[in-house]
């Protein structure tokens, strides 16, 4: 907003080196549109979810092919458990002194242990492997609708 001649003029009405400042109804009802379609789009899509389907069989046979698949991925792709380097942790001597006698002290120096960590860089292999050996058994992945889920 801003005052001149003694009218008081709203955002859209001021002028700023000749160009216009704010977005007209239309621009507005736009942008509304653009970002509630994006919404809708990424509900729609983003909630995606697969099953796994094969003619005859029952959800026990699956699981039991699930298993076994899990089982052998785990085999081929382990998990790797690594340990972060050990280290020594940097030596201090602080000295002092009274005429001829002189003081030290030294701390730090101690090899430190370091962490364990969880690097699964084989995750990703390992579930293409089981996603293989799944289809190898018969099983084929198939888009689950919500209609479907609810059941």
Known sequence: ??????????????NYNGQRVGINGKEKAL?????????CIATIYGCVTYGWVKDGATEIDFNRDSYECERQTQRDYPIIIERAPSYKTDSITNCSGIYNNVYCTTTGGE?????????????????????????????????????????
Do not use: H, P
Not at 1 to 14: D, Q, S
């Open 1 to 14: 907003m801003g005052i001149e001649n003694g009218k008081v003029k709203t955002v859209e009405e001021n």
């Open 31 to 39: 942008i509304i549109y653009i970002f509630t379609l994006t919404i």
């Open 111 to 151: 090899v430190v242990q370091g962490e364990i960590i969880s690097n699964d860089k084989l995750f990703y292999q390992r579930w293409a492997a089981k996603d293989s050996c799944l289809r190898a058994s018969g099983w084929r992945k198939i888009e689950v609708s919500k209609s479907d889920r609810s059941r």
